[in-house]
């Protein structure tokens, strides 16, 4: 047994939704959504705490023609394709959708999977999606000042029987979204992201926060959130810490090794922002240490580092999805060290 601290840790896993090509090697469409909910099922009987989606409408870092499934669309589907697992996006761009338009899409979610919603928001960043789909790329500090108005609209809507704001970018009156979700007082507001304002914005409205990059990093970050935390007078023991993690792993060298083969044929080629997958295979550098890869008893290890620094939360995409052998030996041989 590894760890374990005060801190309850969980863990939720990402589907393959065809934005990595994990669902490149299925025929049609409806072969690639099957495995993708087959997916989710299987997480669920395995108790993963949480099943995620990326919010992207093309593949990265430019658009193959293969299917990407929309995350909101497919969040409801999964809703009813599976019954305990939590639901959530890793993380919503906040520029693909009005605030209000996506509070109310967000809180027909919560209904439908029977208050199961984990709300993940962040201001964006693929700009070749932005140009292909029509949207502004704005400037970061633009893109930030909207994502901290759209997070007041969005508890805003969730909370009152007639929501009002007036921003600099985003304004409603009077606005009605019926029906509310049914956590109260809502569902929790995950925001992702490690610059300086962005940790602002999680200190003052965030439930959860979500990182990625090395353990370093991580406990830099931590310490910076807890100041702005003390700055805005907030409880920086109300938020959850999340950390997001691509692994490779399996029960013995050959699977191991199948899981790096898989991240050089189709990750590496695909990845452009922010991680680094070619060096993480030979040796991860401080900006890929979000990449674990090795034996079950290392990758436990690398995770306690996060869990000292202060994450009780962890949403991993395996990269030999959409098989399912990572996820299994995972859940098997890495989470019961830290429960």
Request: aromatic content about 12%; glycine content about 8%.
């Amino acid at each position: 047994m590894y760890v374990i601290l005060a801190l309850q840790v969980k863990f939720g896993v990402l589907a393959p939704q065809g934005w990595r090509l994990d669902l490149k090697q299925f025929r049609t469409s409806r072969e690639k959504y099957d495995a993708m909910v087959n997916y989710a099922k299987r997480a669920e009987e395995l108790n993963y705490d949480s099943m995620w989606l990326y919010d992207h409408f093309h593949t990265v870092p430019v658009p193959v023609n293969d299917a990407t499934f929309e995350s909101w669309t497919s969040l409801a589907a999964l809703a009813k394709g599976t019954s305990r697992i939590r639901l959530g996006t890793l993380v919503t761009c906040n520029s693909y959708r009005n605030p209000a338009h996506l509070a109310k899409m967000a809180s027909t979610v919560d209904c439908i999977s029977d208050g199961r919603l984990e709300f993940g928001i962040g201001a964006g960043w693929y700009k070749n999606e932005y140009d292909a789909y029509g949207y502004e790329f704005p400037r970061i500090g633009v893109s930030l000042s909207q994502l901290e108005e759209s997070v007041q609209i969005i508890r805003e809507m969730w909370t009152k029987d007639k929501a009002s704001f007036k921003g600099r970018y985003y304004s409603i009156d009077g606005a009605v979204c019926n029906p509310k979700p049914i956590q109260k007082p809502h569902p929790r507001i995950w925001i992702g992201g490690q610059g300086n304002r962005t940790l602002k914005i999680v200190s003052k409205y965030a439930d959860g926060w979500n990182f990625i990059g090395s353990a370093e990093e991580f406990a830099e970050k931590v310490l910076l959130l807890k100041n702005y935390c003390k700055k805005t007078g907030s409880d920086f023991n109300r938020l959850k810490l999340s950390v997001h993690l691509q692994i490779a792993t399996g029960k013995n060298n050959k699977e191991i090794a199948d899981a790096k083969n898989y991240i050089r044929k189709y990750i590496a080629p695909i990845l452009s922002h922010p991680l680094d997958a070619v060096k993480f295979i030979a040796k991860p550098s401080r900006r890929g240490a979000g990449y674990l890869a090795g034996r079950p008893e290392e990758i436990s290890q690398k995770i306690e580092q996060y869990v000292n620094a202060g994450a009780s939360y962890f949403i991993v995409y395996f990269v030999d999805a959409p098989n399912v052998k990572g996820m299994e030996t995972f859940a098997e041989m890495t989470i019961p060290q830290f429960s």
